[in-house]
């Protein structure tokens, strides 16, 4: 049958309310990829997937949840709806909010949106308003000009965002057959987290699919739920993650706590290493946070502190890497300049 998108697929088993009217880019049904060359990597002895969600209709994991928002928000007659985000939910919501006819409004952080995603949200049509503070800030805002006027805050507080992302959880364990031994996941607010282990547990009650070991990795600069305190000014070159008091932190914390996991951190450095080797040993480019989970992985099995063999591990990928080629490009040597000539290109080639 024809893919409907997430609603029409696991509609009945979302919890929401019946005036909710379908809005859909086709979301969800993304790829999860073996990565055999990576497993190796880091020792071997261990089956390893990338759930791809950067292949998401505005390339995030975002769109899971905004086709439940709104929906939810469209079908009860909402004419607009607001965020705050870091990039990735503001693309997701503006390309939702134009496809109901809504308007949308996003709150970024000054000058810590990578390039994509403010393309995106201007792109489609989002009213954009930088502030002059951090994600944070912009996040007490939107919730506090929600309570007082009538615009529908499409934020991961809003719980339809968690109930539309439960999904790939289903999906994880529709496919695998059961749920991974392991799950690994960057973790900013903490929404995507508290949504993947909301969505073992109800499948593993209905279908006794099992529940994965959840591995949440905040960036060392941005890491609250590590530290056990917020964190006023998070930096980190991951900046889909770059947040100091996650919403939804404490339900971070019991998932880690109930699936026998933990939360750790993961720098800078090690982010953009596995970026790297993701894409190059198995040709899977992803935005900076979407490493984080992997480079978790790296780390625990570096330390002896999770060992990997004869488990199957899961690693969500969030972000695809075309939402931030700066990190990418700034570094780069310029790519030579060869005259159009063939002996030129062979010299080049062939040395
Ligand atoms: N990965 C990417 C690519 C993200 O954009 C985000 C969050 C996360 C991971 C973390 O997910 O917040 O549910 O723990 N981005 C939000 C945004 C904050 O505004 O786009 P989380």
Redesign the pocket.
């Known amino acids: 049958m024809t893919y409907q998108g997430l609603l029409h697929k696991y509609g009945h088993l979302l919890d929401l309310p019946p005036h909710t009217q379908t809005v859909s880019l086709l979301e969800g049904n993304t790829p999860l990829i073996q990565a055999d060359s990576l497993s190796r990597q880091l020792g071997g002895g261990f089956e390893l997937f990338i759930k791809y969600e950067g292949l998401n209709p505005t390339g995030?994991?975002?769109d899971r949840g905004m086709t439940a928002a709104v929906s939810e928000a469209h079908g009860r007659g909402a004419t607009t709806v607001i965020?705050?985000?870091?990039?990735?939910?503001?693309a997701s919501a503006a390309a939702y909010a134009a496809r109901a006819g809504l308007k949308s409004i996003v709150l970024i952080p000054q000058g810590k949106v990578a390039a994509g995603k403010l393309a995106g949200a201007l792109a489609y049509g989002a009213q954009v308003i930088q502030i002059d503070g951090s994600?944070d800030d912009a996040l007490t805002m939107v919730v506090q000009i929600t309570n007082k006027h009538p615009i529908c805050l499409v934020n991961?507080l809003n719980p339809y965002r968690i109930e539309g992302q439960k999904t790939s959880a289903f999906e994880i364990c529709d496919r695998l057959g059961s749920a991974p031994d392991w799950l690994c996941l960057?973790?900013?607010?903490?929404?995507?987290?508290t949504a993947y282990w909301a969505g073992f547990k109800q499948y593993n009650e209905v279908k006794s699919t099992g529940l994965p070991q959840v591995l949440g990795v905040q960036a060392a600069g941005s890491a609250p739920l590590v530290l056990g305190h917020p964190v006023e000014k998070p930096e980190t070159v991951a900046t889909?993650?770059r947040?100091g008091k996650?919403a939804r932190g404490e339900q971070a914390l019991q998932a880690a706590e109930e699936s026998h996991g933990r939360i750790i951190a993961a720098t800078d450095e090690q982010i953009l290493h596995m970026q790297k080797t993701l894409a190059t040993l198995e040709g899977i480019w992803v935005?900076p946070?979407?490493a984080a989970g992997l480079a978790g992985l790296a780390i625990e099995i570096g330390n002896g502190t999770l060992n990997p063999k004869g488990k199957r591990i899961v690693a969500i990928c969030?972000?695809h890497g075309m939402k931030d080629p700066d990190i990418i490009t700034k570094d780069m040597q310029k790519p030579l300049i060869v005259p159009p000539k063939l002996e030129a290109l062979e010299e080049v080639i062939l040395g």
């Open positions: 995030s994991f975002k965020c705050a985000s870091t990039g990735n939910t503001a994600f991961s960057p973790v900013g607010n903490a929404g995507n987290i889909a993650i947040i996650p935005e946070a979407s969030t972000g």
